[in-house]
T-cell receptor, first 113, second 109 residues
Framework: EPEVTQTPSHQVTQMGQEVILRCVPI?????FYWYRQILGQKVEFLVS????????KSEIFDDQFSVERPDGSNFTLKIRSTKLEDSAMYFC???????????FGPGTRLTVL | RKEVEQDPGPFNVPEGATVAFNCTYS??????FFWYRQDCRKEPKLLMS???SGNEDGRFTAQLNRASQYISLLIRDSKLSDSATYLC??????????FGSGTKLNVKP
């Protein structure tokens, strides 16, 4: 069964450093998403991406964040200058035509020290 | 006001019980509705989409009430393996999704 994959599973970084989280969506999917979940809190929408551009973003997704689909398979989330409060689990998701039912990757746990 | 609200629980039920969760949403223009299951420190897994006519998948039944702006999930004949946190999700305008905080279910032998 096709699945979304994410790397790394755990990333530790120093405050102020840049991080890139990587995702490989399901191959024939067209819509891609990033979410974050701070420990013990709800899943929060960050951004959706379709046709090589951002279609929606939340208030959390400020200028420190960017997304890119550098090739036909990868989808990345970059955080330019990490803050302590960026520590969370980051989930990538993808959906097929219609962009409705989303399938999540296993997540990257980001720890900012 | 929160976009999506759920009772956090926990719901502690014996095996074989029937349990129901509700979820309310604030945006009447919301387009699509879902239930996800999340195990501890794992990703959300899609359980089912929720359709206006209601839908059933084995022991799971989902209902949508647009007039009152809530969705529900009914689990019949609960199994130990149903223990998890159940998240409702709502698609708002365009391609933006909102998740509830989740309802924790503990099924006990």
């Amino acid at each position: 069964e096709p699945e979304v994959t994410q790397t790394p599973s755990h990333q530790v970084t120093q405050m102020g450093q840049e991080v890139i989280l990587r995702c490989v969506p399901i191959s024939n999917h067209l819509y891609f998403y990033w979410y974050r979940q701070i420990l013990g809190q709800k899943v929060e929408f960050l951004v959706s991406f379709y046709n090589n551009e951002i279609s929606e973003k939340s208030e959390i997704f400020d200028d420190q964040f960017s997304v890119e689909r550098p090739d036909g398979s990868n989808f990345t989330l970059k955080i330019r200058s990490t803050k302590l409060e960026d520590s969370a689990m980051y989930f990538c998701a993808s959906s097929g035509t219609g962009g409705v039912e989303q399938f999540f990757g296993p997540g990257t746990r980001l720890t900012v020290l | 006001r929160k976009e999506v609200e759920q009772d956090p629980g926990p719901f502690n039920v014996p095996e074989g019980a029937t349990v129901a969760f509700n979820c309310t949403y604030s945006n009447s223009a919301s387009q699509s509705f879902f239930w996800y299951r999340q195990d501890c420190r794992k990703e959300p897994k899609l359980l089912m989409s929720v359709y206006s006519s209601g839908n059933e998948d084995g022991r799971f039944t989902a209902q949508l009430n647009r007039a009152s702006q809530y969705i529900s999930l009914l689990i019949r004949d609960s199994k130990l393996s149903d223990s998890a946190t159940y998240l409702c999700a709502v698609r708002g305008n365009f391609n933006k999704f909102y998740f509830g905080s989740g309802t924790k279910l503990n099924v006990k032998p």
